[in-house]
C-alpha cells in the first residue's frame, strides 16, 4: 500500500484496532504496561519490510511527551525512509545500512498520556497534533515543542495530515517566498500534498495562484482556490 502511495503526500493512515477504549486507558507509568503495538522495518525495501511488531514503549526525554495515537500520516519522506532511496537519505544521518529509527512515521495526532520532568506546555489528556518520532505505533514520543493543541474542530485524521506537508507549504511561501497580498505565485505539483496545501494559503494570504497538476485534477485545484 505504502508503494502505491508513493506519488501522494500526507495520506491519513487510522488504526482503530490499535485503539485503548477511553474506559479502559492503561496506567502508563505502571511496572504492567511497557510495551506497545507498532509498525517495524528492520532494512530498507519495500512495504513488504514493514511488520507488525510487539515492542518497548518509548523513553521520555525530559522535554517530550507519550502520544497516545489515534491517526498518523504518510507522507513522501515516511517512504523515502521505508526505501533508503536516495541514497543521500542514509548517508543524512538516518543509517546506513539499515534505518535507525525502527518505527516509521512522523505526522501524529493523539492524545498526551503521560510528560517529561521539564514539559510545561501539556499535561496528559491534552489532545495534540504535530511531529512524533515513530507515529506508526500505539504511542509516540514527540519534543513539545513539535506539538500544538488539537482544535476541537478537527477531527484525529484531519489533524494528523497537516504537519509535514501544511509546514512546508507555509515556510515556502512566507519565510522562503515572502509571499506579500496581490503578489502571482505559480505553485507546480498544486495537486500533491504539499502543493494543495500551498494553493489554500497563498489565496489566504491574497495572492494570485496559478497551479500546475495533470488535467484530471484541475478541478481539484480550481476548488482549492487556484486562479
Known sequence: QIARLQNQSSIPVSQPELRVTDNAKPEIGSTQFKTMRAIVHRSYGSADVLKSETIDLPTLDKKQVLIEVHAAALDRGTWHLMTGAPYLIRM???????????VPGFDVAGIVRSVGSE??????????????????????????DKLVPKPSSLS?????????SGITALEALTDVGKLQAGQHVLIVGASGGVGTYAVQLAKALGAEVTGVASAAKAELVYSLGAD
Not at 119 to 128: I, K
Not at 129 to 142: D, L, M, T, V, W
Not at 156 to 164: G, H, K, L, R, T
Open 92 to 102: 543524512l544521518g538516518f543509517g546506513l545500512m539499515k534505518p535507525k529509527q525502527p
Open 156 to 164: 484525529f485524521d484531519a489533524a494528523a495530515v497537516v504537519p509535514i
Open 119 to 144: 514539559v510545561t506546555r501539556f499535561v496528559p489528556g491534552d489532545e495534540v497534533y504535530g511531529i512524533a518520532n515513530g507515529s506508526f505505533a500505539e504511542y509516540a514520543a514527540a519534543s513539545e
